[in-house]
């Protein structure tokens, strides 16, 4: 019997993957760590818009970046899956920051005040379309941004996901085309 999996990568394709599993937990883990530990200031003029747009921004260009990083890999496919633990975990922190914010500035837009951790929580309810119900937006903003997060948890989805894959199978494509 032929081995499969992860039994049958030799000693050098099982260092790679163990190499980008480590990677992609680290990098997962320091964008929640610079998330707690960052200080929020507290602008309360400051627009949700301007919050929303520098957000979605930073997300474009990173998700841009990594795009390039795995089409341009000796890995893609490996490459990838540390995209994806890096792009999932940043949409996340992203959006709970401007809860986070947005709480800060006016705290009746949730209903009582969020901490990191329920701004946290209540993105990844949202993501993960469970929500609770036990934190929810209680003004027409905190809708609308709640609302701009569902739109773009079917994006990320749908779109990122699909461009991540994408670029790995452009990368692997490459890697195996002959030159002339």
Not at 14 to 42: K, N
Not at 96 to 125: K, N
Not at 139 to 168: E, K, Y
Request: a positive charge.
């Amino acid at each position: 019997m032929t081995p499969t999996g992860v039994e049958a990568l030799g000693g050098f394709e099982r260092s790679h993957l163990v190499r980008a599993g480590v990677r992609s937990l680290l990098m997962a883990a320091a964008l929640v760590v610079l998330y707690f530990v960052l200080p929020i200031e507290h602008r309360a003029h400051q627009s949700v818009a301007l919050r929303l747009g520098a957000a979605v921004a930073l997300f474009v260009v990173v998700l841009a970046n990594e795009i390039r990083l795995i089409s341009s890999h000796d890995r893609p496919m490996l490459r990838a899956g540390v995209a994806m633990a890096t792009i999932i975990p940043l949409f996340l922190v992203l959006f709970a920051w401007i809860y986070l914010t947005m709480s800060h500035s006016a705290p009746a837009a949730f209903g009582g005040p969020l901490t990191r951790s329920s701004s946290l929580y209540f993105t990844v309810t949202v993501f993960s379309t469970v929500g609770f119900g036990d934190i929810a937006p209680k003004t027409d903003v905190a809708r609308l941004v709640t609302t701009v997060q569902m739109l773009a948890d079917l994006a990320v989805v749908a779109v990122v996901i699909r461009l991540i894959l994408g670029a790995a199978a452009r990368g692997t494509g490459r890697q195996t085309t002959p030159t002339e």
